[in-house]
């Protein structure tokens, strides 16, 4: 089978990792194909924040948690990094653009065995104070929204495949 596909095929999201740190070397190649990834009309105005501390993760997580609601147990499912996917508020290809540099993040780790899981939830909270505190203490300029985050790490867990949806394709010839 075609290794691209065979990649796409077996990639599953992480939701639970080791604590070890990926290679720097990893994280390159994983950075490297995000910025590969098109972008509307060649722009490449996304910005790509990689956050590798543990208080800094765990901080970002507590201010998330906070603004949405959400229970005590909310941490990103505790990554070893998280790479934010940013781009300026006005681009009407922000989303499009990070969601095409965030597959190809996803599709990289998982050929050198690194797991990931696509966290969304930033998307609508960026401006709440607490929230955009943290987020420019992480350099992400002010007119940036996060549109996703790749949680990444070593995967500590087994993976099944899940079916996939009937009837999701049409023709028209």
Known sequence: MNEVLQNILTRRSIRKFKEEQIKDEELELILKAGTYAPSGMNKQSWQFTVVQNKE???LLAK???EALGRDEGYNFYKP???IMLSNDKENTNGLADCSCALENIFLMAHSLGIGSCWIN???TICDEKAVREVLTSFDIPQNHVVWGIAAIGYPDQET???ERKAGTIKFVK
């Open 121 to 123: 939830q930033l998307k």
């Open 80 to 82: 070893a990094t998280l």
């Open 160 to 162: 099944k495949e899940h």
């Open 56 to 58: 800094k993760i765990d």
């Open 63 to 65: 201010v998330v948690r």
